[in-house]
């Protein structure tokens, strides 16, 4: 028998995603979407799903054995589902360190799954106050297995001081779960310095692969524990998933294949440039967007020093012919993607800063941009 060889070939515009996901990938990526055909159920791809799963503990520095990671496939909601459906024990309630749209997800999901919260609710422009979250889980301290913030608020670029908050957390002894989906793999994180038991991202996001395959990476023990927890949900249940990877070295359904090469071949990238450079490249697109943002007249939403830069949320200039959607589809004609805003009513868009660009792809954007909104009537530099 002679199996013959299939050449593949595409030619694909390289455009600019300026979204919270999911980011531009490098070409290497993307042809590494490109495989031959193969069952999920062979060896081989178990043990690239296994080294893609060791590598994710290794990205926010988890000794093997002590954190695990454990794949889903879905998008980085699905995390947010399998840690609040999973993590909470009978009777036991989370608390929410809640200021923003992402948090709220957390809440909303406690929801569906009829699990009490203490929702610790902060205005949604700045930072948690630690005095009173430590005082709410003072007070609550008897009822509450769990402590939740959102890393970055993906709707307003906010930082949340993730390391206080998870030592709040550990001082009462109780577990400390971040979504740290747009950050993990831009911003170092180390989850014994941070002070956090489970944290958890996607694909298509700080890794720069593409979207599919999501992940909760945390302790080992605790998830142990979790066997004899209420299960709330049959897919997405952390247990189930993490026992049959730990017995047959392959998930439990079938896995998205062909995102799991992309994955290995973005994590080759990612510890190939190495943690430092990598967050140090990202911060330098940053200072590029921030200075263009301010050339136009337009104005940030937050001080910039509360924020993490990997996402921009842009008040809309005081013009009456400001138009987001005519500024966005004229864009995304030209290959560039900005994002609206998800503050309630507070008109903003925003401009992220997730994936693979360069300096130049800033300056092309918003060249881009001011033509835009020439081309709407709005006067640049614009009114605030
Ligand atoms: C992107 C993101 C998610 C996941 O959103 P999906 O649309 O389900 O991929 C969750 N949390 C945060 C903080 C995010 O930025």
Same mark, same amino acid.
């Given at each position: 028998?002679?199996?013959?060889?299939q050449?593949i070939?595409?030619s694909?515009r390289r455009?600019?995603?300026l979204?919270?996901?999911p980011?531009?990938?490098?070409?290497s990526v993307?042809?590494?979407?490109?495989?031959?055909?193969i069952c999920h $159920?062979?060896?081989?791809?178990?043990?690239?799903?296994?080294q893609? @799963?060791?590598?994710?503990?290794?990205?926010?520095? !988890?000794?093997k054995?002590?954190?695990?990671?454990?794949?889903?496939? !879905?998008?980085? %909601?699905?995390?947010?589902?399998?840690?609040?459906?999973?993590?909470?024990p009978?009777?036991?309630?989370?608390?929410?360190?809640?200021?923003?749209?992402?948090?709220?997800?957390?809440? /909303? @999901?406690? /929801?569906y799954?009829?699990?009490p919260v203490?929702?610790c609710?902060?205005d949604?422009?700045?930072?948690?106050?630690?005095?009173v979250?430590?005082?709410?889980?003072?007070?609550?301290?008897?009822d #509450?297995?769990?402590?939740?913030m959102?890393?970055q608020?993906? !709707?307003?670029?906010?930082?949340?001081?993730?390391?206080?908050? !998870? @030592?709040?957390?550990?001082? *009462?002894?109780?577990?400390m779960v971040s979504? +740290?989906? %747009? +950050?993990l793999?831009?911003?170092?994180?180390?989850?014994?310095?941070?002070?956090?038991?489970?944290?958890?991202a996607?694909?298509?996001?700080?890794?720069?692969a593409?979207?599919g395959?999501?992940?909760?990476?945390g302790?080992k023990?605790?998830? =142990?524990?979790?066997?004899?927890?209420p299960? $709330? %949900?049959?897919y997405?249940?952390?247990?189930?998933?993490?026992?049959y990877?730990?017995?047959?070295?392959?998930m439990?359904f079938?896995?998205p #294949?062909?995102?799991?090469?992309?994955? /290995? /071949?973005?994590?080759?990238?990612?510890?190939a440039?190495?943690e430092?450079?990598k967050?140090?490249?990202?911060?330098?697109? %940053? @200072?590029r967007?921030?200075? =263009? #943002?301010?050339?136009?007249?337009?104005?940030?939403?937050l001080?910039?020093e509360?924020?993490?830069?990997?996402v921009?949320?842009?008040?809309?200039?005081?013009?009456?012919?400001?138009?987001?959607?005519? #500024?966005?589809? *004229?864009?995304?004609?030209?290959?560039?993607?900005? *994002?609206?805003g998800?503050?309630g009513?507070?008109?903003?868009? $925003?401009?992220?800063?997730?994936?693979?660009?360069?300096?130049?792809?800033?300056?092309?954007?918003?060249?881009?941009?001011?033509?835009a909104?020439?081309?709407?009537?709005?006067?640049v530099?614009?009114?605030?």
């Amino acid at each position: 028998m002679r199996l013959k060889t299939q050449k593949i070939s595409k030619s694909v515009r390289r455009t600019i995603l300026l979204n919270p996901g999911p980011s531009s990938t490098t070409e290497s990526v993307k042809l590494s979407l490109i495989h031959e055909d193969i069952c999920h $159920r062979e060896g081989e791809f178990a043990e690239i799903t296994r080294q893609v @799963a060791d590598d994710l503990v290794k990205i926010v520095h !988890g000794k093997k054995g002590d954190y695990v990671a454990t794949l889903f496939a !879905g998008s980085g %909601s699905i995390c947010i589902d399998v840690a609040i459906g999973s993590l909470v024990p009978k009777d036991k309630k989370v608390m929410i360190v809640n200021n923003g749209f992402y948090n709220d997800r957390a809440l /909303q @999901a406690c /929801q569906y799954y009829g699990i009490p919260v203490v929702n610790c609710e902060f205005d949604i422009l700045t930072l948690p106050d630690l005095k009173v979250v430590e005082e709410t889980l003072e007070k609550n301290k008897d009822d #509450v297995a769990v402590v939740y913030m959102a890393h970055q608020e993906t !709707g307003t670029g906010l930082c949340n001081p993730i390391r206080e908050v !998870g @030592a709040i957390a550990h001082k *009462y002894g109780k577990i400390m779960v971040s979504d +740290t989906t %747009s +950050t993990l793999a831009i911003v170092p994180i180390d989850v014994y310095k941070d002070n956090l038991d489970f944290c958890m991202a996607s694909s298509q996001k700080g890794i720069n692969a593409f979207t599919g395959c999501s992940f909760l990476i945390g302790k080992k023990d605790y998830i =142990e524990k979790t066997k004899d927890f209420p299960r $709330r %949900s049959y897919y997405t249940n952390l247990y189930r998933q993490y026992s049959y990877f730990k017995e047959h070295g392959e998930m439990n359904f079938t896995p998205p #294949v062909q995102i799991i090469y992309s994955m /290995q /071949q973005a994590l080759k990238e990612h510890f190939a440039e190495g943690e430092k450079a990598k967050y140090q490249r990202f911060m330098g697109i %940053s @200072a590029r967007i921030r200075q =263009e #943002v301010a050339a136009l007249g337009l104005e940030e939403l937050l001080p910039p020093e509360i924020t993490t830069g990997l996402v921009i949320a842009i008040k809309y200039p005081n013009d009456p012919n400001f138009d987001f959607k005519k #500024v966005h589809d *004229y864009l995304f004609e030209r290959g560039v993607t900005i *994002y609206p805003g998800k503050i309630g009513n507070l008109p903003t868009f $925003r401009i992220c800063n997730l994936g693979c660009l360069v300096e130049q792809d800033i300056i092309d954007a918003f060249k881009c941009l001011k033509s835009a909104l020439k081309e709407c009537g709005v006067k640049v530099p614009v009114k605030k």
